[in-house]
């Protein structure tokens, strides 16, 4: 029996450029961003808006930890199943995939940190808009998804029944979360906007 044509397929290679692309130049827009328009980053530092600006203001180090790891990394690590030089080796595909996810995840982390940090040294109430419990949901949701993950398709023993009937639903949360960041960016954006006003 001849294999089947798959003439039909297009392929991801224009769109996965056009990503890498686009992940380079917002990382460089948001580090201009940080460094020369909003007084630069630190961690510790006695000027409290370096590490978190209130409004009119903007965040100093957590969108750069959210939009260039949880955001643009996670986006990266999706890819990385099409981009991946070595297409053929599922083994490779899966440690990139797992490598970035983890920079992500450690990096909306961090971001949850710096966020508590300096709620806690200025004396302010934490999570009390609809922005923090959405992104608290978030990267719940992502370590739920981390770790169901890493035990279907790392960890070794699990069956490959499971995997298979498993991967749908992995794939659906993983599209769920990255909508989910969508609208807590535009509502970041309509918080902005409400405090300028």
């Not at 000027?47 to 009119?56: A, Y």
């Not at 490779?92 to 920079?103: D, G, S």
């Not at 109430?125 to 990267?139: E, R």
Request: hydrophobic fraction near 50%.
């Amino acid at each position: 029996m001849a294999p089947k044509s798959r003439s039909y397929q297009i392929s991801a290679t224009p769109v996965t450029v056009f990503g890498h692309l686009l992940f380079i130049a917002v990382t460089t827009l948001v580090i201009v961003w940080l460094l020369k328009f909003r007084e630069g980053l630190a961690f510790e530092s006695a000027n409290k808006f370096k590490i978190f600006n209130l409004p009119p203001s903007h965040l100093q180090l957590h969108p750069l930890l959210m939009v260039i790891g949880f955001i643009l990394i996670a986006g990266e690590a999706i890819m990385a199943y099409k981009s991946t030089p070595s297409r053929r080796d599922i083994k490779v595909q899966k440690a990139v995939h797992l490598t970035l996810q983890t920079i992500a995840l450690g990096c909306g982390i961090f971001g949850i940190v710096v966020i508590f940090k300096f709620h806690d040294e200025t004396n302010m109430p934490d999570m009390v808009t609809l922005h923090s419990w959405l992104g608290m949901i978030a990267i719940c949701l992502f370590g739920l998804q981390y770790l169901l993950g890493f035990f279907s398709y790392v960890f070794p023993g699990a069956e490959s029944y499971s995997r298979a009937a498993y991967l749908p639903w992995h794939t659906f949360a993983r599209r769920k979360i990255e909508n989910d960041k969508k609208i807590r960016i535009n509502l970041r954006c309509f918080k902005k906007e409400l405090y300028q006003t």
